[in-house]
């Protein structure tokens, strides 16, 4: 049986030397694992847009798709095929706050060199490879 291959966006929100990260509870998927700001596209929109959206929902901040720098690519399978695309952004406008606690155990920035050893898999994998210059990789279980 053929699945239909879904897009997702993640949001890596930085300072200088720190990244937001998210505790993923109730999602029924990498659930007790931080993630960061992500969701799949919706019907009709954009990626960017999603991802404009996606930040409004999850922590109650705008960002400017003018501020966003595409990191890195990730073709992901698991239960379905995914492709992934992975921003930076380093600017936003609004006070950060935990919007989806339904769907979210915290919000918390991390340094970059000190993350969590729970890291959601794929975002993981493109920490990885972004640190090492990789624009493209993949997952498949």
Same mark, same amino acid.
């Given at each position: 049986?053929?699945?239909?291959?879904?897009t997702?966006v993640y =949001?890596? =929100?930085?300072?200088?030397?720190? /990244?937001?990260?998210?505790?993923?509870?109730?999602?029924?998927?990498g $659930?007790g *694992?931080?993630g960061?700001? *992500?969701g799949?596209? !919706?019907?009709?929109?954009?990626i %960017?847009?999603?991802l404009?959206? !996606?930040?409004?929902?999850? /922590?109650?901040v705008? /960002?400017?798709?003018?501020?966003?720098k595409?990191?890195h690519v990730?073709?992901?399978? $698991? $239960?379905? #095929?995914s492709?992934?695309?992975?921003?930076?952004?380093?600017?936003? *406008?609004?006070?950060?706050? @935990?919007? !989806? #606690?339904? +769907?979210?155990?915290?919000?918390?920035f991390? +340094?970059? @060199?000190e993350l #969590?050893?729970? =890291?959601?898999? #794929?975002?993981?994998?493109?920490? $990885?490879? %972004?640190?090492?210059?990789e624009f493209?990789s993949e997952m %498949?279980?």
């Amino acid at each position: 049986m053929k699945s239909e291959t879904r897009t997702g966006v993640y =949001l890596l =929100l930085k300072t200088d030397d720190e /990244i937001l990260l998210m505790l993923r509870q109730n999602t029924g998927y990498g $659930d007790g *694992s931080w993630g960061t700001v *992500s969701g799949h596209v !919706e019907e009709g929109e954009g990626i %960017i847009d999603a991802l404009l959206r !996606e930040t409004k929902e999850e /922590i109650a901040v705008e /960002i400017c798709r003018d501020d966003l720098k595409l990191a890195h690519v990730m073709y992901y399978y $698991d $239960d379905y #095929p995914s492709v992934c695309f992975f921003f930076v952004c380093k600017k936003y *406008s609004g006070k950060i706050c @935990n919007a !989806e #606690p339904h +769907k979210c155990g915290g919000v918390k920035f991390f +340094k970059e @060199n000190e993350l #969590p050893s729970n =890291l959601f898999k #794929p975002l993981k994998t493109a920490f $990885d490879n %972004i640190r090492k210059g990789e624009f493209f990789s993949e997952m %498949i279980f």
